[in-house]
């Protein structure tokens, strides 16, 4: 049976109203005094207090809240609280008037009649009785004469006051629930922009620690290359002495064999004679001292400079963050679990 047909309401605006007045926490008509959140929403004081109170367990004082913060449980918004707590928010005299009115037009006697729902079997009946065997509202007819007549049946008013309460905590577990997924989930968004800072950190260190190698290797290498230069000038230094007296010598040996062939075209004897010893002698002292130094063999190989690598770049492909702080963690771990022997009960050995 459809239980929710036999309720009989009135599409009027007062039923729209009735709505709007009613507290997302006890899910009954606000009851005085109603405070109004930063967030325009509204709640029962008592209502307030409650959520406050189910969301912060562990508050210092629970009778008297000062202080503190909780969430609106219809938008979330976060109400922050002064030092009078809840009892520090604004009271909506609004609202409390507005319930007041309601109060009245829903105590007029015609208008208790056409708000009651009736029941569908029994027209004349209004639903005043809960089965509990059924768990469904009925009326007093269907308890003796109906469907109900051998259920366990309980006034409506009990029952629905049992329920309310229920469900009211229902609520307040929910709100202090979301309440702490929030601050969760706070936590989380958190530790997410701490974690990016943390990173964007390290890559800038990462970063300056690869330049200062750069540095290093590049100095490293300007002071081998300096090195080379310096090794090339002074063989070519020694080289290029050695070619200017070389020259010179080719220079002295061609002037005496100029002045030999023009000897050898001598047709007097006397003349020749007169001449020819002295540039003999001369021409065996310019052998004699054709005997220059000379460059050692290998004496262009640059050999010397060659320079080992291997492992260097072995150690960089190989580099890697530290693990030292890894190990320290688990190393005290370890410590922490460990029990010593002599602190453990008997028995335990």
């Known amino acids: ?45 008592k209502c307030a207090n409650d959520v406050f109170q189910a969301g912060n367990p562990y508050w210092p004082t629970r009778t008297s809240v000062s202080g503190g ?10 109400v922050i609280l002064d030092r009078h707590g809840v009892y520090g928010l604004q009271r909506n005299l609004l609202v409390e008037n507005i319930i007041d009115i309601y109060k009245q037009d829903c105590n007029r006697p015609e208008k208790k009649k056409e708000n009651h729902p009736m029941c569908e079997k029994h027209e004349d009946e209004r639903i005043n009785i809960y089965c509990i065997s059924c768990q469904v509202p009925t009326c007093s007819m269907c308890k003796v004469f109906g469907a109900h007549k051998d259920c366990e049946v309980s006034p409506l008013q009990n029952i629905y006051q049992t329920q309310k309460t229920e469900l009211s905590g229902c609520i307040s577990m929910l709100v202090a629930g979301n309440d702490r997924i929030q601050t969760i989930i706070s936590q989380l968004e958190e530790s997410c922009k701490t974690l990016k800072e943390s990173s964007q950190r390290k890559r800038e260190s990462l970063n300056q620690l690869f330049l200062e190698l750069n540095r290093v290797i590049e100095e490293k290498k300007a002071d081998l290359v300096e090195r080379i230069s310096q090794a ?3 063989k070519l230094n020694f080289a290029r002495s050695l ?15 100029q002045s030999a062939l023009q000897m050898g075209e001598q047709t007097g004897h006397a003349t020749f004679l007169l001449m020819s010893k002295q540039l ?22 640059m050999d010397q400079f060659t320079l080992d690598t291997e492992h260097v770049i072995e150690s960089l492909r190989s580099l890697d963050f530290s693990t030292c702080y890894e190990f320290e963690e688990e190393e005290e771990d370890a410590e922490e679990y460990e029990e010593p022997e002599e602190d453990r009960p008997e028995g335990q050995q």
Do not use: W
């Open 232 to 234: 090339e000038e002074e």
């Open 280 to 301: 003999m002698n001369s021409i065996t002292e310019a052998s004699k001292g054709s005997q220059l130094e000379k460059t050692e063999p290998g004496f262009e190989n």
């Open 243 to 257: 070619i200017v007296k070389y020259q010179e010598q080719l220079q002295s040996s061609s002037d005496l064999l």
């Open 69 to 78: 913060k909780f969430r609106c449980p219809t938008c979330r918004h976060e």
């Open 1 to 45: 049976m459809d239980y929710n047909a036999d309720i009989i309401r009135d599409n009027n605006p007062m039923d729209s109203l009735e709505k709007q007045l009613i507290c997302p926490i006890c899910l009954e008509m606000f009851n005085k005094p109603v405070v109004i959140l930063p967030c325009q929403h509204n709640l029962c004081r």
